[in-house]
């Protein structure tokens, strides 16, 4: 089981980043996929969830109207679209399959190595 990021990068604030998270070993429609962030200091936060049937999306009241989250099952990846990008979301970024999007934080199962995202101001 491997999750890939991919997509990050230094962004101005109030710019646009698309991240993608490519799965092997399994397919997206068999888990959840979240998206999580952790900045210096900071602890492990929750982004957004995608459901394994792809027709739920939930997200963290920060990100809430600025990212989408969407999977496309036959290259089996998600992304995380984020626009509006504020000097705070700055941070490591990781996809994850979990147990569900019901619970929050979700509850990881695999996860990735993570892509760096930094907004400037």
């Known amino acids: 089981v491997q999750l890939v990021e991919s997509g990050g990068g230094l962004v101005q604030a109030g710019g646009s980043l698309r991240l993608s998270c490519a799965a092997s070993?399994?397919?997206?429609?068999?888990?959840?996929i979240g998206w999580f962030r952790q900045a210096p200091g900071k602890e492990r936060e929750g982004v957004s969830c995608?459901?394994?049937?792809?027709?739920?999306?939930d997200y963290a009241a920060s990100v809430k109207g600025r990212f989408t989250m969407s999977s496309d099952n036959a290259k089996n990846t998600v992304y995380l679209r984020m626009n509006s990008l504020k000097p705070e979301d700055t941070a490591v970024y990781y996809c994850?399959?979990?147990?569900?999007?019901?619970?929050?934080?979700?509850?990881?199962?695999?996860r990735g190595q993570g892509t760096q995202v930094t907004v400037s101001s």
């Open positions: 994850a399959a979990v147990g569900g999007c019901s619970s929050w934080p979700p509850n990881i199962a695999y």
């Open positions: 070993g399994f397919t997206v429609e068999d888990y959840a």
């Open positions: 995608i459901s394994s049937s792809g027709d739920r999306t």
